[in-house]
């Protein structure tokens, strides 16, 4: 028996025909299989073969859709389904978890069935791939394809009728038995990247490309990363270590990710840089939500200069090491709330190149500041001289005069932050210039060697602004991080003489 799968150009199917591939692959069965760009072919002696390897596929690999917990009060081991898996379960069997989806209770008489009607061909239209098929083993359901919803907010394809838009849920009838396979085995995935938030929702990452080959290879390349066996999160700490990492949100996950697959994983050619993003909310109603990722080469390049020179994880030792530590604290001095928030945006602004995003996270804030140690202060100047200064072309002296500026603005705003605000709001040119005219005038009343900071430096950034007008609001930026950095040095209590 023969089955042909051309690509979908669908980050769901797509992955989901990688996913079969690899689960064949894997198995070690002797089945003639063949993975090229845009299609995959599985051909098999008969219909009996395939169907015994699915089968036993099935029940070898059910354990990636569950996690084993132990009770704390019997000591019974049971099967807890995975937050973020769109299958419905029933009653749990002596521990174990009850699918309701035949083909995980009933693998080898579901997979005979489907196979039988895989092979006839008849006229419906499958909505999801275009093929022609006789009859559906079962309607499209979000268990096989999660961007149909119950509710009118639609995600993913529509088809046309008479004109008109209209979502999957008119087509329900419309999905072949092909798809449903490949739709309900791709929960078997265990290089699907997650992050789960108990009571509130997952992420999960789908990588994308528009062949196949590299997909496998990219899937292939970072598997090792990956722990299928936790709950709230797959990305392993070490990639010797069960333990896995507790990433504030999905851009710090997706981040987290990045850093070890450049520093860990010995890869050759193929990087994925885009992703699908699947937001799955706790309750009995999933209101999928979905975006897309895309990393620019410049990104990608940034994060390889960084992390293979410096031997640094961004992530790991950057971000996670900065905190917001609150003004005269009555009990704990971080506000891990704040902090979890701040290393998010962090996350998504390095990741979307968005510098200004970046900075202003970095502003000291109503009841507190940023704050981080001297080796993390070490490594956002490295990532700023690699993923800002070196494109510039700005120099060790021009550097310096713009973190000696900072140091100025920190002084003269430690009992009143509004011209640090003034900064970062600056929208022309002419607003940065109004604000380096009272910057000056600020330092008139400044004690200079109490203060140690060097007034000249203000000179040198003024001449050094007029020969770069354009990158104003990049300077401008700078500026902010380094106020922000010598502002958070002070209020602590260690003095920086610039």
């Known amino acids: 028996m023969e089955i042909k799968i051309p690509i979908y150009n669908d980050v769901w199917m797509d992955n989901a025909v990688e996913n079969l591939y690899r689960l064949i692959e894997d198995s070690e069965e002797e089945i003639d299989l063949n993975l090229d760009e845009s299609e995959l072919i599985v051909n098999s002696k008969n ?30 081991i049971k099967e807890i389904k995975k937050d973020f898996v769109l299958i419905q379960e029933g009653k749990k069997i002596d521990g174990i978890v009850a699918f309701k989806e035949n083909i995980y209770s009933d693998p080898e008489n579901s997979a005979d069935e489907i196979l039988n009607l895989i092979e006839k061909d008849g006229k419906k239209t499958c909505v999801v791939c275009g093929k022609t098929f006789s009859k559906p083993y079962k309607k499209l359901q979000q268990a096989t394809y999660p961007f149909v919803t119950k509710i009118k907010s639609f995600s993913g394809v529509r088809t046309y009728k008479d004109g008109d838009f209209l979502a999957f849920k008119d087509y329900h009838d419309n999905f072949c038995p092909k798809c449903y396979l490949l739709g309900i085995l791709e929960w078997l995935d265990n290089r699907i990247i997650y992050r789960t938030f108990p009571g509130d929702k997952s992420f999960l990452f789908l990588p ?14 970072y598997g090792p990363l990956l722990n299928k066996s936790e709950r709230y999160s797959n990305i392993r700490v070490n990639i010797d270590d069960d333990k896995t990492e507790g990433t504030p949100g999905k851009f710090s996950t997706l981040l987290c990710f990045y850093e070890k697959f ?47 020179e410096n031997e640094i994880r961004i992530y790991t030792e950057l971000i996670k ?51 981080y140690s001297l080796e993390t202060r070490e490594n ?31 002084k003269v705003s430690k009992n009143n932050l509004s011209l640090l605000y003034k900064l970062d709001k600056t929208r022309t040119i ?24 060097r007034p000249m430096a203000l000179d040198e950034l003024i001449q050094l602004l007029k020969d770069n007008e354009k990158e104003w609001e990049e300077i401008r930026d700078l500026l902010v991080v380094y106020s922000s950095m010598y502002y958070a040095i002070g209020s602590r209590g260690g003095e920086k003489n610039e």
């Open 321 to 371: 090491e900065i905190y917001f530590f609150i003004d005269n604290p009555k009990g704990a001095p971080v506000d891990w709330d704040l902090t979890r928030k701040i290393r998010e945006k962090l996350s998504e602004s390095f990741l979307m190149n968005d510098f200004r995003g970046f900075a202003r996270m970095l502003l000291p804030r109503k009841g507190g500041k940023v704050g």
């Open 47 to 76: 219909k009996d073969e395939l169907k015994r390897i699915l089968s036993s596929i099935i029940q070898n690999s059910r354990n990636n859709l569950v996690i084993k917990h132990k009770d704390k009060k019997t000591g019974e």
């Open 430 to 453: 002419e607003d940065f210039w109004s604000v380096l005219r009272e910057i000056s005038r600020k330092l008139i009343g400044l004690d200079i060697k109490k203060a140690k900071v």
């Open 262 to 308: 450049l520093l860990d994983i010995e890869y050759e050619n193929v990087i994925g840089s885009d992703w699908a993003v699947m937001e799955v909310p706790f309750g009995s109603v999933k209101n999928i939500k979905f975006r897309t990722l895309n990393l620019t080469d410049s990104t990608l390049g940034v994060m390889k200069e960084f992390i293979g």
């Open 208 to 221: 994308y490309f528009n062949n196949f080959e590299d997909l496998a290879e990219f899937k292939e390349e």
């Open 380 to 410: 956002l100047e490295n990532l700023i001289y690699v993923w800002r200064l070196k494109k510039m072309g700005i120099s060790k002296e021009d550097l310096g005069s713009i973190k000696s500026v900072g140091n100025i603005i920190a």
